[in-house]
């Protein structure tokens, strides 16, 4: 990476290894707004959720055409754990280019996890064939026993549910996905080459006071939950200092405004606008721009196997702030987008 005289960033294309792009005029609408994006690793949470090799690439076909024409992005599809997942057809769709990881979801855990998985010993057959191929497993990490306290269901889950499957599964590479923990930070830093963790930008940019304080904010709710400041320091921590093992992985979860503004709002925060200048307003308040890259461009693309991106973007910093929209239409509704409460002053480079 070249850091030209500031204030402007060229690196790498960054790659999003956590995307949820749904379905329908969702897909359409917000699809657009990941397309700078290389690789994006799109969520298999639909309703009903794709659970099948032909399922996968039936959807990488439908985001494929909701993408801009010459959109850089290339979908990495995953398929949706159940406990009736058919390894032969995990490890097929694997071979054949279209499967680049399987998602669990403990059933009940976030958004549209209902077909998730309840007794580990039934998905035993299924992770000892992606082991032995190289699958990847990407985690949301918590347990959805009810007499955990919400903040502390990512940490409970590493002890009771991730290192006990680890142990039982010898080679299975694991991607916590959306760590937000200091314990989650941890953990990832001492599993080795097979572990690895994402990292969002709200969690980078936010704490929970920013969702409690001073009013309940809906579009500051998403799963796993806002923590304590301490936490966001850990994580600002992991995806600055250049440690190989953390990448970015959005989980930009778009819900209709209709959804996240009621009486019981959903989980999701909306951030794929903002993305890649958020990120480099928080990079430069921690003076880490020159591991910008690493984190957004190198290091899940090495964790996948895949190479670097060969072409670049360029940021660059502005006195004004950043204005994104406010919201999108997308259909009959409006998706409201992430806004982290302070300005930005980076701004992708018109080309
Ligand atoms: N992160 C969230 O709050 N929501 C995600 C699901 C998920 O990634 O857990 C969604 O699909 O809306
Ligand atoms: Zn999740
Ligand atoms: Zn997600």
């Known amino acids: ?91 097929a769709g694997h071979a054949d280019g279209i499967v680049r990881a399987v998602k669990l979801y403990p059933a009940g855990a976030t958004t549209n996890s209902a077909s998730g998985v309840r007794d580990f010993d039934k998905v035993r057959p299924v992770l000892e064939a992606m082991a032995a191929a190289g699958v990847p497993l990407c985690v949301h990490g918590e347990v959805t026993d009810p007499a955990v306290d919400i903040f502390d269901r990512e940490a409970v889950f590493l002890d009771r549910v991730l290192e006990p499957v680890r142990r039982a599964t010898p080679g299975l590479r694991v991607v916590l996905e959306h760590v937000t923990t200091r314990e989650g930070v941890d953990y990832v830093r001492s599993g080795g080459p097979d572990l690895a963790g994402t990292i969002t930008v709200h969690h980078l940019a936010i704490n929970r006071n920013a969702m409690l304080a001073g009013g309940i904010r809906p579009h500051y709710y998403c799963l796993p939950i806002l923590k304590r400041e301490v936490h966001r320091e850990a994580l600002i921590e992991a995806a600055t200092g250049g440690e190989t093992q953390f990448f970015l992985g959005t989980d930009s979860a778009p819900h209709p405004d209709h959804a996240k503004q009621s009486a019981c709002g959903c989980a999701g925060c909306f951030t794929a606008p903002i993305t890649m200048p958020l990120l480099a307003e928080l990079f430069e308040r921690a003076d880490a721009l020159p591991r910008l890259e690493g984190f957004a461009s190198l290091h899940g693309a090495a964790f996948y196997g895949l190479p670097p991106a060969e072409d670049h973007i360029t940021l660059v910093r502005r006195g004004e702030p950043l204005v994104p929209p406010g919201r999108i239409d997308a259909g009959e509704e409006t998706v409201t987008v992430f806004d982290p409460g302070f300005p930005i002053h980076w701004h992708h480079e018109e080309a």
């Open 1 to 91: 990476m070249t850091q030209i005289t500031p204030p402007r960033l060229r690196l790498r294309r960054p790659d999003d290894w956590h995307l949820h792009l749904r379905d329908g005029a969702m897909l359409d609408a917000t699809a657009p707004y990941s397309a700078g994006f290389g690789r994006a690793l799109v969520m298999p949470n639909l309703v009903p959720p794709v659970t099948t090799s032909a399922a996968a690439a039936a959807y990488r076909e439908r985001i494929l055409a909701a993408l801009p024409k010459g959109a850089a992005m290339q979908p990495q599809m995953t398929l949706y754990l159940t406990e009736g997942t058919d390894p032969a057809d995990v490890t």
